[in-house]
């Protein structure tokens, strides 16, 4: 079979230029089974320490276990805040954190660090390796969505043993992530931060080092 190799670049970039983390634009239509299978399928294949593949994937579509996590995110919003002055908190005043009920569903991508031990192989001398690993698979899954037309959003607002206690999570395993995912309206061409103005994009020129790590301080934010 002859592939366009231009073409066929041109694609894959376009998926990452369009990747969006998103919140509001939601549409709550559900994901089709293929298409979900696809996406996980995707996510699973990511590369893994020591092939231990450490990750579990939670489907989580009942409305009563989402409007529960829903309430402890908002909470936890509140905390964050009020640590908040001034500028900085009429900002975020503003910022939608997570479309928890507007999405189709919820993935909770979890992190196992005991699976293989205790010889994984290339975790001896970086014990967050494991952990890299999901965040890969999580990669892999929201660049598929993407390309399959759908959004996905993090929710980074929780606490840990609060959704381990949701989902039933094994102690030990960590919910590294939970994911809204399903089709949406469209994904906007500026993410949400920095339309906002809560901060601006760094430049690649400010973050590429030439043979040492550069210690000035005029890199920008």
């Not at 509001?24 to 089974?33: L, M, Q, S």
């Not at 103005?197 to 590429?208: E, F, I, K, M």
Request: with cysteine; proline share 6%.
């Amino acid at each position: 079979m002859s592939i366009d190799l231009e073409t066929g670049l041109d694609a894959f970039y376009d998926v990452l230029r369009r990747r969006r983390d998103v919140r509001g634009e939601f549409t709550g239509d559900p994901v089709p089974a293929d298409v979900l299978d696809r996406i996980l399928a995707a996510a699973h294949a990511a590369p893994s320490v020591g092939l231990t593949q450490p990750w579990d994937f939670v489907l989580v579509r009942d409305t009563a276990t989402r409007q529960e996590f829903a309430e402890h995110v908002r909470a936890e919003r509140d905390v964050f805040a009020e640590t908040l002055d001034g500028q900085r908190g009429k900002t975020f005043s503003r910022i939608k954190i997570e479309g928890i009920l507007e999405s189709s569903m919820g993935v909770v991508v979890t992190y196992d660090p005991a699976r293989g031990s205790p010889d994984v192989l290339g975790r001896h001398a970086i014990a967050d390796a494991g952990l890299y690993s999901v965040c890969l698979a999580i990669q892999n899954l929201w660049l598929a969505a993407t390309a399959e037309g759908l959004g996905v959003g993090w929710v980074s607002f929780y606490r840990e043993p609060f959704l381990r206690d949701l989902l039933a999570i094994p102690a030990g395993i960590r919910p590294v992530a939970w994911l809204c995912l399903g089709p949406v309206r469209e994904l906007a061409e500026v993410p949400d931060l920095e339309r906002h103005g809560w901060r601006t994009r760094r430049p690649l020129s400010a973050a590429v080092h030439r043979e040492r790590f550069r210690t000035t301080e005029s890199n920008p934010d």
